[in-house]
């Protein structure tokens, strides 16, 4: 065995992101870890390389125990890791990226002429071609990883682990990446690669390992399964096992007619979005994350102007117009990720409880914040969300990933708006957590509100949506009723465009 | 409650402790010179706040650096690092100096007026700033920073070539003209304190005010901390900007204007920017957490040190650069500690 990590347990607060996980890589092998978001599988990867450390559990690499403590050791270990969030200097070239840490002096100077020459046979001699002076914020995405994997190959590494690679790539560029990975196991690495897309698995990989809620739920070769029986183990728990009440949905409150990003490269980042949602329904957006969801998102919201098309709420136009301007107008909105967007961790909770209310004579008269009913919001929030908290005026950064999200959530609900966007509502969070604020939405829907759930976990949006459209490449790939799908039709759209799928 | 009130105390620890270290390393420097550090330090902090002239003397040299603090911790605390506070007091100070003798009426009108020039002329400079920093994309940090010495030089030539005083007895003193009416009266007797203390206090109560318990407040602040999740809220972003900076201005104009009408009754070449009050000004802010009511003490605390480093040197013979070191040794671990926590902050 290459590498065996044994009984691995992590917590995050009171998430258990690796419960007694154990597995194996052996040499010269392509070991695929699949499993949903959440699932535990970039956390164990993580402890491999040092980025995370173990609460318990042992690492051994050829029998011999380890202690993996940072990124430095595991490259002694020649362990690299392909992140998922290159880690690059954008200004510098690729070459100079590339010896990074290692570079290659004359004397006290760099060696440029050296660093170029040797760059250039590296990536020769892997058939990963790239050109050493060119600058890595110019470069293409898919080259940009290529640079990455030369980097990690520059240190010697043995033993590869990609966090989900082609999650930010072109079909074109995902083609190319698994020829490599073909060719880096045909020249003797060892690779580990962290996807939740199926086929791929089914492509490169030897064996494969299935992960859910921190825990390993099923290993086999792969020539002994197929994308099925893998798609069962990966969601199986929980899948639709909620009902919704069948509604007769109203009124359209949100339009979107032929929104469209342009975006830097060619390609538009959001190309020609028609969508509505009406009164008594959740309308999901499925997608691997990076599609243009998060665009979608930006635009309806207000954050981002779109380039072409109008944005309609409740029959108002409200095309360009300010993140304000367009709350008022009734939208609410759960934003992917509650540190970035959804709060300030150095405020109270109380002052995150506000934002948005902050206009309601009920919160403040002629500008002067009423801190009694601050108090009485933030506490009810607490009370009815079941907030994990001491008190109103703690920070929001002693809370654990999943009251902050609630928090987050139950002040966006409690707007009483009828339009919602809700983004990533479950990302991160622990399944009770998750489970209630599928409880909150299904009951925000069943009141009539009209739902707009973006989310790249499959099964909460199979769960929850009464219409399903998929976005690919920022175009709406294909759109189902309820029931009409199941995870794998759905998952083919997710990463196929559907010229190819039906012809 | 009781955890509250310990968080309350906590804002006091970081401070203190950079006072502490300052002080020492001030000993040690005075040990250097042959001065027993403990009579020294003690010297120090009796020649700022000892006696009822020592603290008067410090209490007048606070008042232009609490402004200067104020202007400083509505911006840093809203999230915007501006340095303009000097020059928007050069600028505010100067157009007082000029204004005030054209004023005809009785005192209280020629304070009202030039006073109000002046505000008007620091939230001019300060949006200047804040426009070329958005219009731009560039720092303010910057921008702010060439304004200043851009408002050092427009004085400079102003009160040299154009202001500059007819009757004066010294012809090379660069300095505009005495004013006779308009004064702000003294507070206790001939001591030098005046009544711009006083106001210099009322606007830090009322800058807490604002910044605590306002809608106004609530939104600069939140930009401050998360720009993001104030955007995401419906804060509109520039607006708010210009706004908060344009306040900035404000005070520190007033500043400049009640450091001329209190103390130096016109303008001097380099009267705000040799003694540093907004240099000073902004250490106090960030001594004080930017929290208004916090820049009171620190204020005070600066401007003690600097009366007492005077004090020593007459008596001791130590050099008054000494308070410069201790100052400097505490905006040193004041900042250090921003970027630990900001680093920190990153990380989770």
Redesign the interface.
Known sequence: MLVEMKHITKRYGEVIANDDVSLALEENEILAIVGENGAGKTTIMKILYGLEHPDAGEIFIRGQKVLITSPRAAMAHHIGMVQQHFMLFDTLSAAENIVYQNEIRKGIFFDHKKTNQTVLELSQSYGLPIDPQAIVQQLPIGSQQRVEILKILYQQSQIIIFDEPSAVLTPLEVEELLKTMKQLKAMGKSLILITHKLQEVMDVADRVIVMRQGKVTFESKVTDTNVKELTYHMVKRHLNTRTLKPQNPGEVQLELKHISVYGNSAKKELDDISLCVRSFEIVGIAGVSGNGQSLLARVV?G?LDSDAGELFIKGQNLTHQ???S??QAGLS?V?DDRY????????TLG?NA???F??RPDF?QK???K?QKIKHLTNSLIDRYQIKA??W?QKM?QLSGGNAQKLVVGREFEQNSEVLLVNEPTRGIDIGAMEFIHQQLVEKRDNGCAILLISSDLNEIMTLSDRIIVLFEGRINATFVRGEADARQLGLYMVKRYEEIET | MK??KLEWLKAFRAPLIAVTIGLFFGGVVMAFSGTNPITGIIALLKGGYGSTYALVTTLTRATPILFAALAASLAWGSGYSSMGAGGQMVLGALVCAIIAPLVPGPGWLVCLVSIAAAVLTGMAWSLLSAYISERFATSLLIITLMCNYLADGIASYFTTYVFKDPFGVDASAIQTQKLTVGVLPKLIGTYSLHTGFLLALLAAVLLWFVSR????G??A??NG??V?????????SVKMMLLTLLICGGIAGLGGAIEVLGTRLRYVDGMITSPGYAWSGIIASLMAGNHPIGAIISSIFLAGLTTGGATVERQLGVASEVTLIIQGIITLLITAQLVIKWKK?EK?
């Open positions: 919201s954050l300010s993140v304000h367009i709350r909105h934003p970035l967007w959804g709060s300030a961790r150095e405020a002052e506000l934002m948005g902050e206009y403040t500008g002067i914040l801190s001491d008190e005026q950064s | 955890k509250l318990k306002t809608r106004f609530y939104q602040k939140m901390l998360n993001n999740f104030a955007r995401y809220g419906g804060v509109p902050g989770s």
